[in-house]
């Protein structure tokens, strides 16, 4: 299994930095934040790509805009809603310019006052450009992530995202700790989005809490994950999310690298 680390948890630094210290730490690819201060659109890649060279991008992270969940795809006004789908294709741009095979974003929260059924068809509607932009070659996966908060919150919800709009660049960005956070049996969410789980998010939970902690630290069973991920063939990345240990990152890297690899060796 090929175990990333986010540069999310980075952001005291510099993105080129990010990358060499990732890099140096072992792991086997990195994703990168697609906001502020690291690569929001339009993020020149030149850069990047020389602070990469041969290192694997997991994935693209643009579940946040500016350190927020808002504007998100399916705000009432639709100005915001045109500045989430904007920023997106420009998440897009950039994994096509840098190699990353996936972008992700998230539903974020309802808007006071607003349906689920007004916030699920304004969803739909916003991800019809996101795709048809993500299909001009080379095509650039998008997996939506399900969160605690939001109104895509479950793997339920997430799984009749993805049967309304029927399309194969559409999946999930799956949050190991969100599923926990939701009460959810790992083996039965993955089961049902087998097939459409473009990046894995890792971090352990202690109970229910959603706090993103080192693997090893909390109470989630990484065996049960494991064994889940083995029993749909997952073959993608795990991509350690850790955001919380900003003021130390390295250590923190090394720790959950040394816990991962004893559960999921190469």
């Known amino acids: 299994m090929r175990i990333a680390y986010s540069t999310n948890a980075y952001v005291e630094g510099t993105l080129e930095r990010a990358i060499v210290e990732?890099?140096?730490?072992g792991f086997d690819g990195v994703e990168i934040l697609a906001d502020e201060p690291h690569a929001f659109p339009p993020a020149d890649p030149t850069a990047i790509r020389a602070a990469l060279g041969t290192?694997?991008?997991s994935n693209l992270n643009g579940n946040t805009f500016r350190g927020g969940f808002l504007p998100n795809l399916a705000h009432p006004e639709v100005s915001e809603r045109r500045r989430r789908v904007e920023y997106l294709k420009g998440v897009i741009d950039l994994a096509r310019a840098i190699g990353a095979p996936c972008v992700c974003t998230s539903s974020g929260p309802l808007a006071a006052g607003q349906s689920r059924r007004s916030a699920r068809e304004l969803l739909l509607t916003s991800l019809e450009p996101i795709l048809s932009y993500a299909e001009k070659p080379p095509v650039v996966r998008v997996g939506i992530?399900?969160?605690?908060?939001?109104?895509?919150?479950d793997f339920r919800a997430l799984s009749e995202v993805l049967e309304e709009m029927d399309h194969p660049l559409l999946g999930a960005n799956w949050d190991v700790g969100h599923?926990?956070?939701?009460?959810?049996?790992?083996?039965?969410?993955?089961?049902?989005?087998?097939g459409r789980i473009w990046n894995v998010h890792v971090e352990d939970i202690e109970g229910r809490v959603h706090r993103h902690l080192i693997p090893g630290r909390g109470s989630i069973s990484f065996e049960e994950l494991r064994r889940a991920l083995e029993r749909i063939r997952y073959e993608g990345f795990l991509t350690l999310e850790i955001y919380p240990y900003r003021d130390r990152p390295t250590e923190a890297g090394r720790e959950s690298l040394a816990f991962l690899r004893r559960v999921f060796p190469r």
């Open 22 to 25: 990732i890099r140096d730490l």
């Open 55 to 57: 290192f694997p991008v």
């Open 145 to 153: 992530e399900y969160e605690p908060g939001h109104f895509v919150a």
């Open 179 to 194: 599923a926990v956070c939701a009460g959810e049996d790992l083996g039965d969410a993955a089961e049902v989005l087998a």
